[in-house]
């Protein structure tokens, strides 16, 4: 499902600390990025434990240069094809208007949010300008623990974008909260003021007029994947995390539930459902997938209690004329698990044929099978 834009928004985030609304702005005294980079350098070494096997080179460039640069590199890394396949599968859960242009949005996020990013297929660190301000300097410091990472561990991999699930996501879920971690590590160093500095230049920009589900996509690996990195840390130290870069998590579940990961819970396989039309995509929606398509229609509190316990899933989505349509299969852990779900899914259709008589937009959504093998259920908007 976020596979397209979204996977390639992630992966251009996936060394970017500050994808964070705001762009820097001299608020000290700065000095010069390459003149702070090797104090950088050895305080990432000796936070994660690891040394740099070689210099990591760095790219200042200037706001024109930078914002051109991503766009590049968002180009490079999206898939045209599953950039189309995503847009239908988010435009028929009501998360993406009709006719809304996902890579366009995409790049209108990168362009206004993005202070810096390592950039694992080049090895290079991209800075938005060349001053060491308290913000630049804590971006960094989440940079160059992405650099290292990826000299010890390998982080372009991309038979994890490829892949229909949420591997992907979830490995950047691993990389930015080890990197965050770092960064928090580093800001516990700045004097009040120089916090101060730092959090107004990472909130002094509005933020993009996007769709919210693409605002929550690339914020989830950064809310989430702190606390899996502390977890792993309390149940084995750096080992454990380093471990980890090698047998990653490979759902969302895992990441929002580290003790699932910790005691080795992978997803349940479940088969493909069918649609009703030519496939137009396939994947899997998760945990994280479901509570964004419960959450414009229900509670917080009852989409958290309804997607606990998430199994596994496997939708495909496909055009019904001017709409698009997914179908869902969902298994849950246990039967109560799967009782919540389906209340969760009545009151989802409830709310979405209240909103349509309302001549609300809202995608239209049934429950088609309920039984021991899963419950199913189709959207269409």
């Known amino acids: 499902m976020f596979g397209g834009a979204l996977a390639a928004a992630v992966e251009a985030l996936r060394g970017n600390a500050s994808s964070r609304p705001g762009v820097a702005s001299p608020t000290t005294a700065p000095g010069d990025v390459s003149a702070v980079l090797p104090e950088l350098e050895r305080f990432v070494e000796k936070q994660r434990g690891l040394r740099f096997t070689t210099p990591v080179r760095a790219d200042l460039l200037d706001d024109a240069a930078f914002t051109d640069r991503l ?13 189309t396949a995503s847009q239908v599968s988010l435009t028929a859960l009501g998360l993406l208007p009709p006719g809304t242009d996902l890579q366009a949005q995409t790049d209108r996020l990168l362009g206004a949010t993005v202070l810096g990013y390592y950039d694992p297929k080049t090895k290079a660190l991209v800075v938005r300008g060349s001053r060491a301000t308290p913000g630049v300097r804590a971006t960094l410091a989440h940079e160059l623990t992405h650099a290292l990472q990826d000299q010890h561990f390998n982080l372009d991999r991309p038979d994890l974008d ?3 699930d949420e591997s992907s996501l979830a490995f950047s879920g691993l990389a930015e909260g080890d990197a965050e971690l770092v960064r928090s590590a580093y800001e516990l160093t700045f004097s009040p003021s120089e916090l101060s ?22 914020a989830f690996p950064y809310s989430a994947g702190p606390k899996f990195v502390g977890d792993l840390m309390q149940a084995g130290g750096r080992a ?11 759902s969302t579940e895992q990441l929002i539930d580290p003790a699932r990961y910790l005691a080795g819970e992978a997803p349940k396989p479940v088969p493909v459902p069918a649609g009703d039309g030519p496939k137009a995509d396939e994947g899997v929606l998760g945990e994280l997938g479901l509570r964004l398509a419960l959450g414009p229609a229900i509670d917080q509190r009852t989409v958290t209690i309804a997607t606990n316990g998430w199994g596994g899933d496997r939708y495909v989505a496909w055009r019904d004329g001017a709409r698009s349509c997914l179908r ?14 389906r209340q969760a899914l009545r009151a989802w259709s409830r709310n979405a044929k209240a909103a349509t008589k309302a001549a609300t937009k809202a995608a239209e959504v049934s429950i088609d099978a309920d039984t021991a093998a899963g419950i199913t259920f189709t959207a269409c908007q």
Request: proline share 10%; net charge negative; hydrophobic share 40%.
């Open 71 to 83: 766009r590049q590199v968002n180009s490079r890394d999206a898939d045209p094809a599953r950039t």
């Open 162 to 164: 490829r892949a229909l």
């Open 197 to 218: 500095a730092a959090d107004r230049e990472t909130s002094s920009g509005a933020i993009p007029d996007v769709p919210p589900v693409l605002l929550q996509m690339v």
């Open 240 to 250: 454990r995390v380093d471990a980890a870069f090698a047998a990653p998590p490979t």
């Open 328 to 341: 869902d299969t969902v298994v849950m852990d246990s039967a109560r698990d799967t009782d919540e779900l």
